[in-house]
């Protein structure tokens, strides 16, 4: 018997939009930098305070955009949210100095690192990879990019995410343990960075659990917001 050749799949590259332009923005992978805010270490009560900053990964595909409403995911009943500042690479390379790292932002966005808690933790306790807890469908909403070259380099601001009217989160990227151009040098050591690549870089206190038909406001003070809508549960 025979069978007819399967079709070769065609895939649409991941990309995000950017703020003034009609080109949007090609996404390679996705670093986040674990345990970047002393108060959210503490609330999590792990890890040592002077711990190097460590990265785990995402996939670009966990990409969605501001205004999406993203069902509440299977295999989880402790659904978190984690607003973060969001790099964006233009450029790469190994081994880079902290002094030249900003020279490979593109630009900056506002993110949220959406968790499946219990899993993570589940994994943590028996030393296995995060990857089920972080690393699912749709678990990396990204606003608009906004270019460097029109913003800066925001090194101080607020840091907020709000569900309905309530403030959930509130920290200042003052407070990262590792700034910017630190995280890219160290990521650099380990990895050779290229453009598309986007660094989620930690968030600060207040992580807690969503359910559906929340709305989830999260904003960097001199980047921007994003929106997003947690709906029914996925099957």
Known sequence: MSFPAPSIPTLSPVTLPIAGLDDRFPVRRIYCVGRNYLDHIREMKEGDERDPPFFFQKPSDAVVESGATIPYPPDTEDFQFEVELVVALGAGGRNLSSADALDSVFGYAVGIDLTRRDQQ????AKMLPWERGKSFDASAPCGLIHRAVDIGHPARGAVTLHVGSTERQRGDLAQMIWNVPEIIANLSTSYRLAAGDLIMTGTPAGVGPVLPGDRIRGAVE??????????????
Request: no cysteine; charged share 35%; net charge neutral.
């Open 222 to 235: 001199g980047v921007g917001e994003i929106l997003i809508t947690i709906g029914q549960r996925e099957n």
């Open 121 to 124: 933790r589940d994994m943590r």
